[in-house]
Antibody, heavy 120, light 107 residues
Framework: QVQLVQSGSELKKPGASVEVSCKAS????????LNWVRQAPGQGLQWMGW????????IYAQGFTGRFVFSLDTSVTTAYLQISSLKAEDSAVYYC?????????????WGQGTLVTVSS | DIQMTQSPSSLSASVGDGVTITCRAS??????LNWYQQIPGKAPKLLIY???SLRSGVPLRFSGSGSGTDFTLTINSLQPEDFATYYC?????????FGGGTKVEIK
């Protein structure tokens, strides 16, 4: 069965960096894109962008350029989100989700989420 | 960017009630509209894609309709497990955008 398993919660100080991983299994990794979605405390869902697992080409939404980097390691079917120069407002739950082009680019499977807390 | 506006932002209903949530896009998105359910503390779950296609395993009391700019999610006969927040999302063009969410609470 399809599974996306994310790395655990992180507590970081402002200015530090963090890497969130998303391990995929149960499907052909390179046949889909991986979306990244942010949810700030008590807020709605915000699409950060996606990375094409076949080409490695990322697309970033406005507001998620520069400090945010999507990457892949296809040998271990894992996607990564790196955030540098962390700010308090980066505190949120970050989700990876498989994007299915056959189903109108809907996100049909989601990771469990990774809580990133930025605090001094 | 395409803006997605959901209404209402919250509603109260009883078990067994029917409810309808609407989602409006700032421009035509054809049928590229998806609906997700999120229970507090959990990841979102896809319910409907392509405006009206029910994802396998999702109960038949959920249905979606619409095209162009106006869409609806209908839940017939609310069950206790349906009390959650619902989000629409357009996948017509990047950046993919979500509506603000509709919280369905128990009356």
């Amino acid at each position: 069965q399809v599974q996306l398993v994310q790395s655990g919660s992180e507590l970081k100080k402002p200015g530090a960096s963090v890497e969130v991983s998303c391990k995929a299994s149960g499907y052909t990794f390179t046949d889909y894109v991986l979306n990244w979605v942010r949810q700030a405390p008590g807020q709605g869902l915000q699409w950060m962008g996606w990375i094409n697992a076949k080409t490695g080409n990322p697309i970033y939404a406005q507001g998620f350029t520069g400090r945010f980097v999507f990457s892949l390691d296809t040998s271990v079917t894992t996607a990564y989100l790196q955030i540098s120069s962390l700010k308090a407002e980066d505190s949120a739950v970050y989700y990876c989700a498989r994007g299915n082009a056959d189903n109108f680019h809907s996100s049909d499977y989601w990771g469990q989420g990774t809580l990133v807390t930025v605090s001094s | 960017d395409i803006q997605m506006t959901q209404s209402p932002s919250s509603l109260s209903a009883s078990v067994g009630d029917g409810v309808t949530i609407t989602c409006r896009a700032s421009q035509s998105i054809s049928g590229y509209l998806n609906w997700y359910q999120q229970i507090p503390g959990k990841a979102p779950k896809l319910l409907i894609y392509a405006a009206s296609s029910l994802r396998s395993g999702v109960p038949l009391r959920f249905s979606g309709s619409g095209s162009g700019t106006d869409f609806t999610l209908t839940i017939n006969s609310l069950q206790p497990e349906d009390f959650a927040t619902y989000y629409c999302q357009q996948s017509y063009s990047t950046p993919l955008t979500f509506g603000g969410g509709t919280k369905v609470e128990i009356k």
